[in-house]
């Protein structure tokens, strides 16, 4: 089953590659699939998964990302960073219209980076570096950095900083503008209608600065609640395109196998989602590295790919998704290797005490994973017992370090500075807070180690400092690494070029079109 | 006694129920002697289909473990389930109806009123919410289909105490001098005990059927197999492999089926009045 998957994949792979060849057709309708429906659309201020897909194509960030994250001109045309890597200049793109027909200038820019540190968490973090920013003249944005970040040209992403219309945003109480209803932005498409319950329509932007594009007249975002209602969905043709994480793992192999279906893991580099489990490091058997490096060799990842994950992701190495920039594979590796989990586990005088597994309540494949790796770790002779509870309930668990064992998925971002370093730095203990590092290690030169990886220049430099980090954890085991999940979409063949970048659905309207 | 038993034997129901009942019962108890690998444990490759390996005759769930392991440790936590939370559920519901029945008045109405507002509650939603916040666990579980499983019984044992009561015997151990406890103890409650058992037997079914039904909607022990639990998990996956979730629902309705049986032979047994003149 697996095997099919992969050949899909590669199928697709090779479709996408002489989809490029062909020549872009104009027009048509696309019904995609938005799982769940978003709670709202104004980007800047909501940002959940489905809100970053619908959204992403309405609003625009000054930069996309490639799937191998090097950043490509988007709103902003150029960019370019003075010796000290400390000023970063972009230059704007000058032909660039709200979907009202005012034009997006400089002080844009300036608004939504302003609304945006009090209305994203993310974009908050990641400005932290700045020092001040200017604007010169109308299509020239000047960053000043207090001192070399490496990851700044990585922060902006449309889901991590959208820009926002000022004239329509500013001094008005942004809670309740209007326009967050029905969201005004620079992208290939704008908002039409969404009838809550039923679907979200975009149609095409007729005014957009890249002309020819998008190809697509109209899209519907169709919001069908129940999983296999949305895979029959699918067969039945109501919709061409499901996103990744809409239907269950499980269907993935069975919808794969229809007619003119094309499936790709493609298009979420630039989030890198990578599970593992936390191993509270504080207390019991688990403060030992060698009861951690017992459950790394206990677990059977690659069955765990094949059969719950149906073939799709890849086993983790460490604490770096291969995706993302800096991953090292020079690791130690920690094979299933039964027998020698067993001897650790003596070594370190392990007697069967009680070891709480705690569930991530995200539906059935996490459920089945769950069932897999206790069984994993009894088959050693750990004494595991298992606790489900639901998402709000896990996470005050894990927030207040009543666990031994948890299950989690992050994203990553595309850079340890952003996406890595905060689950493994001691100054990010917190009690009560769920994804920051939860496991309690503390390691003085893990802390020293990524605070010089954000700040060091040139890019070798930091390289050769994650390295380093990477190997130190994966011996450390602070937590158990699973798997760089893949969360496939399904389309019908006929649409191409929908995933193009490294965010995948979010933005990648702006180029697909419809073969007839 | 021996009545009973004769009268049990002759209604065909009741024989067929107690014959599925001790089947179920001896799988409960000796299969996990037989069979002791864990139903946790990934023995075959996923999805395989029944009788394709004699090894695992009813196939393979959607993680490579033996359907049929899993149905004899299911059998165990399903019959347990519905015995000890009916056991429970009586321990509650008869000394309150009891109590209502034999006393009258104002304590019968506060005890009523207090039954009333559990009755109220729709019981399959309460259970849920009481599972929900006690966390899934096979306590929480008994725990909660007791509590929404007494109150009929503490009305029925009410009524039957309401006629028992006035009864000459009860009012002749009442001139005599005996204590409330005794008479409630000795007098009225044997004799009230039949009905009660009739309604227990159908309360186990109840319950198993609880018990499978939060199982089915992820709210079972997680680290106990049972068939509700088993239905829950492959139901996902049911055009792909229907046996994961037919047999363990097979054994459900069986189940259920023989517990009900049971029911009604009691019933006859227990009534010869009922059961000679209504027949």
Not at chain 1, 361 to 380: H, I, P
Not at chain 1, 502 to 510: A, L, S, Y
Not at chain 2, 250 to 262: D, K, Q, R, T
Request: aromatic share 10%; glycine share 8%; hydrophobic share 45%.
């Amino acid at each position: 089953m697996s095997k099919r998957v992969l050949l899909g994949l590669l199928l697709a792979c090779g479709l996408t590659a002489s989809a490029l060849a062909q020549e872009p057709k104009t027009g048509g309708v696309i019904n995609a699939v938005i799982q769940p429906e978003p709670p709202g659309l104004m980007l800047a201020m909501i940002q959940n998964g489905p809100t970053q897909m619908v959204s992403g194509n309405i609003f625009e960030g000054l930069l996309r990302y490639s799937p191998k994250l090097e950043p490509q001109p988007e709103l902003a045309e150029s960019w370019s960073i003075s010796e000290d890597a400390k000023t970063y200049t972009f230059k704007l793109r000058k032909d660039v219209t709200w979907h009202d027909g005012k034009p997006f200038t400089a002080a844009d820019v300036l608004f939504s980076i302003e609304m945006l540190k009090q209305t994203h968490a993310r974009a908050r973090a990641n400005l932290v570096q700045v020092d001040k920013i200017e604007a010169p003249d109308d299509y020239t944005v000047v960053f000043t950095l207090k001192q070399p970040f490496g990851p700044f040209l990585g922060i902006f992403e449309v889901g991590s900083m959208p820009m926002v219309p000022k004239h329509l945003y500013e001094g008005t109480d942004w809670k309740t503008n209007p326009y967050n209803n029905a969201p005004v932005g620079t992208g290939p498409f704008m908002f039409k209608e969404w009838q809550k319950g039923s679907f979200i329509r975009l149609v095409k932007n007729p005014n957009y600065y890249e002309k020819g594009k998008p190809y697509i007249d109209e899209i519907y975002w169709q919001i069908i609640p129940d999983a296999a209602a949305r895979s029959v969905a699918y067969e039945t043709g109501k919709v061409d395109v499901l996103p990744g994480g809409s239907v269950e793992n499980f269907d993935v192999p069975r919808l794969s196998k229809l007619k003119d279906t094309c499936v790709t893991g493609a298009g979420w580099e630039f989030f890198s989602p990578l599970a593992w489990l936390w191993l509270n490091n504080r207390q019991g058997p688990l403060a030992d590295k060698r009861v951690r490096q017992a459950i790394m060799y206990a677990i059977d990842r690659d069955f765990a790919k094949d059969v719950i994950w149906n073939g799709l992701g890849k086993v983790a190495t460490g604490p770096s998704a291969s995706t993302i920039k800096y991953y090292t594979d020079d690791v130690p590796k920690y094979p299933y290797d039964p027998a020698k989990a067993k001897a650790l586990l003596k070594e370190a005088g392990y007697k069967g005490e009680k070891i709480r597994l705690l569930l991530l309540a995200y539906g059935e494949t996490w459920q089945r994973w769950g069932e897999a790796v206790k069984q994993n770790l009894m088959d050693v002779g750990m004494n595991i017992e298992t606790i489900s509870t639901d998402v709000a309930g896990g996470n005050q668990k894990i927030g207040d370090w009543d666990f031994d064992i948890a299950f989690t998925y992050l994203y990553q971002y595309g850079d340890p500075a952003l996406g890595v370093g905060r689950n493994y730095v001691s100054s990010n203990i917190a009690k009560g807070q769920v994804f920051n590092n939860a496991e309690g290690y503390t390691n003085p030169e893990i802390d020293k180690l990524f605070a010089d990886g954000a700040v060091a220049t040139p890019d070798s430099k930091r390289k050769e400092i994650y390295d380093k980090a990477q190997k130190i954890l994966v011996e450390d085991v602070p937590v158990a690494w699973l798997l760089e999940l893949q969360f496939p979409t399904i389309t019908r063949c006929k649409v191409k070029n929908l995933i193009t970048t490294g965010i995948g659905v979010n933005d990648g309207f702006k180029d697909a079109w419809l073969e007839k | 006694m021996k009545q009973f038993c004769t009268s049990m034997l002759k209604s065909p129901s009741g024989v067929i129920g107690l014959i599925i009942l001790l089947l179920a019962i001896s799988v409960a108890v000796f299969g996990p002697l037989l069979f002791p690998n864990s139903p946790w444990r990934m023995v075959q490759r996923p999805f395989l289909p029944p009788f394709t390996l004699s090894t695992v005759p009813l196939g393979t769930d959607a993680l490579g473990r033996d359907v049929f392991a899993g149905m004899i440790f299911g059998a165990r936590v399903s019959l347990l389930v519905g015995l000890v939370s009916t056991l429970a559920a009586l321990v509650v519901g008869v000394p309150i109806g009891a109590m209502a029945g034999y006393f009258g008045g104002k304590v019968d109405d506060a005890l009523m009123r207090f039954t009333e507002f559990f009755q109220t509650i729709p019981s399959f939603a309460l259970a849920i919410v009481l599972v929900a916040i006690l966390q899934p666990s096979i306590y929480s579980i008994v725990a909660s289909i007791a509590v929404v499983s007494w109150p009929p019984v503490a009305r029925l044992v009410r009524g039957e105490v309401l006629s028992l009561r006035t009864r000459e015997y009860v009012q002749a151990a009442v001139v005599t001098g005996q204590s409330n406890s005794w008479i409630i103890l000795r007098e009225i409650l044997p004799n009230a005990l039949s009905p009660v058992i009739v309604l227990a037997s159908l309360m186990v079914a109840t319950a198993i059927l609880l018990e499978s039904s939060l199982s089915f909607l992820g709210l079972g022990d997680p680290n106990l197999i049972s068939w509700g639990y088993m239905v829950g998990a492959g139901r996902t996956v049911i055009r792909q492999a229907w046996w994961i979730t037919v047999f363990p629902g097979v054994a459900i309705l069986i189940c259920v089926l023989g517990l009900n049986l049971i029911g009604e032979g009691l019933n006859d047994a227990l009534n010869p009045r009922l059961s000679r003149e209504g027949r």
